[in-house]
């Protein structure tokens, strides 16, 4: 994340996460772990829906690598999917709290993707969706 605070406001305000906790981490031994080198100047917060625990990091620091556009057929991880109870209401608020809404993706009102502030792409699905898979 770029910015920690705005990147928690947008999914505690926009999908409904729970702050559940933040920390600074120590340089070491987390350099090794994630093999970064030092220093991290890193912050987490650690944000809680449904049992979802969503991690944030925030590297305060100079070097780090430009945030790269990721495609759905690209191996890894490609997004994340949320169901929420009204899809237009939550389109509504996405730019406002820093992230775009791809409206050419729109299935209207039944799938649509978003991006958080970051580029990090997002599945919006009706909770409807969640009850019938």
């Known amino acids: ?9 947008f999914y505690v305000e926009l999908l409904d996460f729970t702050v559940v906790r933040e920390l600074r981490v120590p340089d070491q031994p987390t350099d090794k772990l994630l093999q970064i080198e030092a220093p991290l100047n ?27 556009r990721r495609v759905m057929n690209e191996p890894g991880l490609t997004h994340l999917s949320f169901s929420v109870d009204d899809v237009d209401a939550v389109l509504a608020r996405v730019a406002g709290l820093g ?15 978003i991006r958080d502030p970051d580029g990090q792409l997002i599945e919006i699905l009706p ?4 009850q019938s898979v």
């Open 99 to 113: 992230g775009e809404v791809l409206t050419d993706t729109n299935l209207g009102g039944w799938a649509v993707m």
């Open 42 to 68: 890193m912050a987490a917060a650690y944000l809680e829906r449904d049992g979802l625990i969503l991690e944030l990091l925030h590297f305060d620091r100079e070097g780090n690598p430009p945030q790269p």
């Open 1 to 9: 994340m770029t910015d920690l605070d705005r990147a928690r406001r």
């Open 127 to 130: 909770m409807s969706y969640r």
